[in-house]
């Protein structure tokens, strides 16, 4: 383990393995700027493990991300915990079919009711059960507290600073989510 700067927010004070990766790209390609190595690969190996992680404690609970995206997006739509079928497609950027499968997953499992809408027979109305929004509640509080744990070793500036810069990078790929309403 890289030790750590002498303040808070001082980068490690050793080398690490995408260090000597860039360092030896600068040794083979002088002609080439390769100072984007630090970065994206950081980010690409930061993911790998939080992905990981995430994966690894989704299951401890008896769970996994399909269906929690599933249940998240609907307790994140407030009262009555409703969205069609259409809006998670789109808010998920999952195929119709891809979506179709997971929601009869969940129906089958009781934690979500699907609908036919009264005025739009093409419309389907999806909406959390009682057993669902135990389960993302349950599932939400242990994985935000795990997640939390996992950024201890940034300060609060820090991670505010890295919130602000990571949204900032994200924006040059994703457009912001417009308001419902």
Request: hydrophobic share 35%; glycine share 6%; proline share 5%.
């Amino acid at each position: 383990m890289p030790e750590s700067g002498d303040q808070a927010g001082d980068p490690p004070a050793t080398e690490d393995r995408i260090d000597r990766v860039e360092k030896a790209w600068n040794r083979e390609r002088p002609d080439l700027d390769v100072s984007s190595v630090g970065i994206i690969s950081r980010l690409w190996r930061v993911s790998r493990h939080l992905e990981n992680e995430r994966k690894a404690r989704l299951a401890e609970l008896g769970t996994d991300r399909v269906t929690i995206d599933v249940l998240a997006m609907l307790r994140r739509s407030g009262s009555p915990y409703r969205r069609t079928a259409g809006e998670l497609t789109h808010t998920s950027l999952i195929t119709p079919g891809g979506v179709s499968q997971r929601l009869d997953k969940l129906e089958k499992a009781g934690l979500i009711t699907r609908e036919i809408h009264a005025d739009d027979r093409r419309r389907i109305d999806v909406q959390l059960t009682e057993s669902g929004m135990k389960l993302i509640d349950d599932v939400l509080a242990d994985l935000m507290a795990h997640e939390t744990s996992l950024l201890d070793a940034l300060s609060g500036e820090d991670q505010a600073q890295l919130r602000r810069i990571l949204k900032t990078f994200l924006a040059r790929f994703e457009d912001p989510e417009p308001p419902r309403g």
